[in-house]
C-alpha cells in the first residue's frame, strides 16, 4: 500500500487485534472479520500499520472497542449481554453484584450502558457467567471456548 493510502492504526487499534488473537485462531480472526490472515498477522507482528479503509471498516464493524468513533451504516450495535445472562441464571442485580463482587452501582451502569467498565471487570464478569468476553459485550455469537 502506497503511503498517504488508507488508515494508519492507532496503538490502542492493534492492541485491540492482538487482543482478539489471544481468545481466536488467525482462522477464526478471518472468519469475523473477513480481512485476510496476512494482513491480520503482519499487522499482530507490528509489520503494518496502515490498513485500506475497507480493512478498517470490516474491523471496526466486528471488533468490539476498535474505534468508539465508527459508525458505519451497516454496523451491528454491541449491546452487552449482562443483564440477559443474568436475568437467565434467575439473579436479580443486587444477587449479581453480591455473587460477582462487582458493585450494584456498576452493575446498573454497565446493563444500561451508561459506563464502559475495565477489561478487568469485564474479564470478571465473563470468568461469573462461564462465556468469553467478546460474547458478553456482544461482539461475537461465540459463547465458550
Known amino acids: 500500500m502506497k503511503d498517504g493510502l488508507g488508515v494508519e492504526l492507532t496503538k490502542r487499534q492493534i492492541q485491540v487485534i492482538r487482543e482478539h488473537k489471544e481468545s481466536y485462531s488467525f482462522k477464526e480472526l478471518t472468519e469475523m472479520t473477513g480481512v485476510t490472515r496476512s494482513v491480520l498477522f503482519r499487522v499482530c507482528n507490528g509489520d503494518r500499520k496502515r490498513v485500506s479503509k475497507v ?5 471496526a464493524n466486528t471488533l468490539y472497542h476498535f474505534d468508539n468513533s465508527y459508525k458505519a451504516k451497516s454496523e451491528l450495535e454491541a449491546v452487552n449481554r449482562v443483564s ?17 463482587g462487582i458493585g450494584i ?19 470478571k464478569l465473563a470468568d461469573f457467567f462461564g462465556v468469553w468476553v467478546g460474547y458478553l459485550v456482544g461482539a461475537t455469537d461465540r459463547k465458550v471456548r
Open 84 to 100: 440477559e445472562l443474568r436475568e437467565d441464571m434467575g439473579l436479580t442485580p443486587q444477587q449479581l453484584a453480591e455473587q460477582s
Open 55 to 59: 480493512t478498517y471498516a470490516r474491523l
Open 105 to 123: 452501582k456498576l452493575i446498573r451502569s454497565i446493563e444500561n450502558q451508561y459506563n464502559e467498565p475495565s477489561s478487568a471487570t469485564w474479564q
